[in-house]
């Protein structure tokens, strides 16, 4: 029996409430969600994996107990990007290398999701090994943005954000090294939250960059972007980089009174070349701010100028390292080839890794070579102190930094797949927060005229996630909200 199309559109809140008095079943909530997929699928192509079957089972056995007030995401849909084992479903990481692995036990942060009561509904895709900005790498098919469907969604986590934008789940998690939680969501038009360094465990995730890589929520709107991300943060031993900090109480976010809040504006990000849409928004975000009463400050930070070097060597250093346990012999994809040893592990990554991965592993293994390790990774791991300290002491003196997410609007598919060095520098704007390892948080701004959604990120001290939450409500309440993506191309 089909359900009740509208239970797909319902917020957490809304959900849980409904859940909570009997108004519908977990089942049926489910069997919406998974009614949406199948309904956007063929034209977004979020999903490298559906758990149709699975999650409906794990429903029903949640309502065979009947709701539980206590598990703050009873009942409720959500997605994890294809880097998060889930047992009982492949994990890819968008990449044929690991195309059939089957994990035999769960990241972390799904285990928790469960233990919160929420279903697991799909696996989304995702840029190879999570490297890329626009979900165009990865290798089985690209995503589509449900605003338009010839724009990009972003990346990595660009599945992650077309389907929730779209309704197919209330929240899902995606990853984030260098912006691909924030900038899909901002391209999509929901909410994305990159939480600090270390406050929700790697554990059970596929590395990319393991001193930038980072689980954090999407959604749409910020509340229920807080409440996914309480059911999940806090510490974890299995994870060596997991941080001891206790994770604050989220039960209950104030916004913040508007007169009197200080944001900084990094004259590096905002002074920039911007598309003239994109540009339109952001000046009239800014203006919606200042007529709010809150204080806008042009402040200097030098050093993110020098900020995407120093990523693309990080990064690229440490995916280099973590991807050459796939070897063909080891782990991942191994060629049928009868030649020697290296002529097998040449020929398995060759197959088995696509071409943007193997020209980050590249650079990454150039950098660490010997002879170049200090000319490269120790001069960037310099600059990447330089920029942690110039975020200290900016959040030293303001309540936020604000800035955009991206200087141009979701672009057509196609047009920087051969010009890496340009794609690379569209994320001049995210990838700072990764190397200082705090929190930011993006939101919608509005749209552009070419109906394509702008969005902007505010970022705060590190482990003060529930302040930026609540800061970001107030900007929420602010800025217009937008209407549901028309799913077509424009």
Known sequence: M????RLARLDLAQAREGLLKGDFTSAELVGAALDRVAE?????????????DQALRDA????????????????????????????????????RMLEGYMPGFEAEV?????????????????????????????????????????????????????GVAAFQAA?????????????????????GLKPTYGRVSRYGIV??????DQAGPMARNVRDCARLFAAVAGPDGRDSTSSRVPPEDLSALSPPEAKGLRLALPRELWEGSFDAEVGKVLDSAKGLLASAGISLETVGMPSLRFSVAAYYVIAAAEASTNLARYDGVRYGYRTPSKGDLLSLYRESRTAGLGREARRRILLGTFALSSGYYDAYYRKAAQVRRLIRDEYARTLEEYDFILAPVSSIPAWPFGSFTEDPLTQYQLDVMTLPLNL?????????????????????????P??????????????????????EPPLKAL
């Open 2 to 5: 089909a359900s009740d199309p």
């Open 40 to 52: 956007t699928e063929p034209a977004l192509q979020a999903c490298l994996c559906v758990l149709g």
């Open 60 to 95: 029903a056995r949640l309502d065979a107990g009947g709701p539980d007030p206590a598990m703050p995401l009873w009942g409720v849909p959500v997605s994890v990007k294809d880097v998060f084992l889930v047992r009982g479903a492949p994990t890819t990481a968008g990449s």
């Open 110 to 162: 799904v285990t928790r999701l469960r233990a919160a009561g929420a279903v697991i509904t799909a696996k989304t895709n995702l840029d190879e090994f999570a490297m890329g900005s626009s979900t165009e790498f990865s290798a089985f098919r690209p995503t589509r943005n449900p605003w338009n469907l010839g724009r990009v969604p972003g990346g990595s986590s660009g599945g992650c954000a077309a």
């Open 171 to 191: 929240g899902g998690f995606g990853t984030d090294t260098g912006g691909s939680i924030r900038q899909p969501a901002a391209l999509c038009g929901c909410v």
């Open 207 to 212: 590395a990319y960059g393991s001193s930038l």
């Open 436 to 460: 200082a390892g705090g929190p930011g948080l993006s939101l919608p701004a509005g749209l552009g005229g070419d109906g394509l959604p702008v969005g902007v990120q505010i970022m705060g």
């Open 462 to 483: 590190h482990f003060r996630e529930k302040a930026l939450l609540e800061a970001g409500i107030l900007l929420e309440g602010i800025f217009p909200r937008l209407p």
